[in-house]
């Protein structure tokens, strides 16, 4: 029983020390959110040149999602005749290249984090983008053209297809300040939250019973603590395989980040955990389903090694430029609750949480949820997914 508790108390200790942070993460996404149009999106994805990869990236940073809603949207920017490489570049950026995964890097693990997130995502959007210039076979390409136009139904389908960005004219700056704006902000916010929730509190309790039940011998065994060089080569190898068999995506996957750090991972192979929440087991199967079994077995390879390659380029890159945090100060947060700046930030963010969430249900919001698994745009039985208030494209 006392472990269970321990376990647990970890998870609160973790809950309470991000709460801000991620609500502060998600309003700012949902901010860009409601002024990015999807149509505009479409049109900016049509080949694989270092502009439009660029774009991509910009853009899937602008429609921050969770992994599986991120996926689902890429596929239905391919179908609409996104390039394949732009999609995935896209897909990338919008789970790995996001404002609430910076803040809580930052929050739970150090600012060096965030900086190494943001450098390593572009590093691997770069490799992914000449591993298939030079691996992606027109044959496989177009077999996983024609898995996608079946629109087989992944996760978090009805997620992707809403597009609840703000109409109408204004500048890019006073749409989200209008009535409309007001409410876009809210929909976006909520609908992000309900997208992840499940895999937050799943990441939150797996890395609270790690923390507490997994000796820290046994990590630093794993990881070769004792042996500098073969650690900063295991590290980014091991912890892709890691995150593949933990299951959790997106933002969810952080406070087991920290639990890893603190068990003796590389710096590298944080960085290289954190991006593999695009391999996980069940995003895996949504691929097949999505684009065939061969391609599937095609990105998870491509996938692996751009993020073993981007973990040894920030490895070598911030250990050369002596960034790299001392592995001895990690802790994992387990003070509880206490009257601090945390407290007094939760409170603050919970009471604009709770604003957003009135307006979302006083708008119609009660509708999108039961929409959110929804089926694909176009699927074959000629439903398309819904978005609120007509915002669907």
């Known amino acids: 029983m006392h472990a269970i508790l321990h376990a647990l108390s970890i998870t609160g200790s973790m809950t309470w020390e991000i709460t801000w942070a991620l609500?502060?993460?998600?309003?700012?996404?949902?901010v860009v959110q409601a002024v990015v149009h999807r149509s505009a999106v479409v049109r900016a994805l049509g080949d694989d040149r270092p502009r439009t990869l660029a774009v991509a990236s910009g853009l899937g940073i602008a429609?921050?999602?969770c992994s599986y809603a991120a996926v689902a949207?890429?596929?239905s920017l391919f179908r609409k005749g996104a390039d394949f490489t732009a999609a995935m570049a896209f897909e990338i950026a919008s789970t790995n290249l996001v404002v609430e995964l910076g803040v809580i890097l930052a929050l739970l693990m150090g600012w060096q984090f965030t900086v190494a997130e943001f450098v390593g995502g572009p590093v691997m959007i770069v490799l992914i983008a000449v591993l298939f210039r030079l691996l992606l076979r027109e044959r496989l390409l177009r077999q996983a053209r024609e898995q996608a136009d079946r629109g087989i139904a992944g996760s978090m389908e009805g997620h992707a297809a809403m597009d609840m960005s703000v109409r109408g004219e204004g500048s890019f700056f006073r749409r989200p300040r209008s009535r409309e704006?007001?409410?876009?902000v809210s929909h976006v916010f909520v609908m992000e939250w309900a997208a992840i929730l499940r895999d937050l509190v799943v990441g939150l309790f797996i890395a609270g019973a790690i923390a507490a039940w997994v000796p820290d011998s046994f990590w630093r065994h794993f990881f070769f603590t004792g042996h500098p060089v073969a650690a900063k080569i295991w590290g980014p190898l091991v912890g892709p395989l890691v995150a593949i068999a933990s299951f959790v995506c997106s933002v969810g996957n952080v406070p087991l980040a920290v639990v890893l750090w603190k068990g003796g991972i590389s710096f590298?192979?944080?960085v290289a955990f954190i991006f593999a929440d695009l391999i996980i087991l069940p995003i895996l199967n949504i691929y097949r389903k999505y684009y065939g079994a061969r391609t599937a077995l095609f990105l998870l390879g491509t996938f692996y090694a751009a993020m073993v390659v981007?973990?040894?380029?920030?490895?070598v890159l911030f250990g050369g430029l002596g960034l790299i945090p001392d592995q001895a100060d990690a802790k994992v947060p387990e003070s509880g609750v206490t009257w601090d700046y945390t407290t007094v930030l939760n409170i603050?963010?919970?009471?604009?949480?709770?604003?957003?969430?009135?307006?979302f249900l006083a708008t119609g919001g009660r509708d999108m949820l039961r929409m959110m698994g929804g089926a694909p745009e176009g699927a074959e039985d000629g439903t398309a997914a819904a978005g609120g208030h007509g915002h669907h494209h």
Do not use: C, D, N
């Open 310 to 315: 981007a973990g040894y380029v920030v490895e």
């Open 23 to 30: 609500i502060l993460g998600f309003t700012l996404s949902a």
């Open 348 to 359: 603050v963010f919970l009471l604009l949480a709770a604003v957003l969430v009135v307006r």
């Open 63 to 65: 429609s921050s999602s």
């Open 181 to 184: 704006g007001f409410t876009a």
């Open 268 to 270: 590298g192979g944080v």
């Open 73 to 75: 949207l890429a596929r």
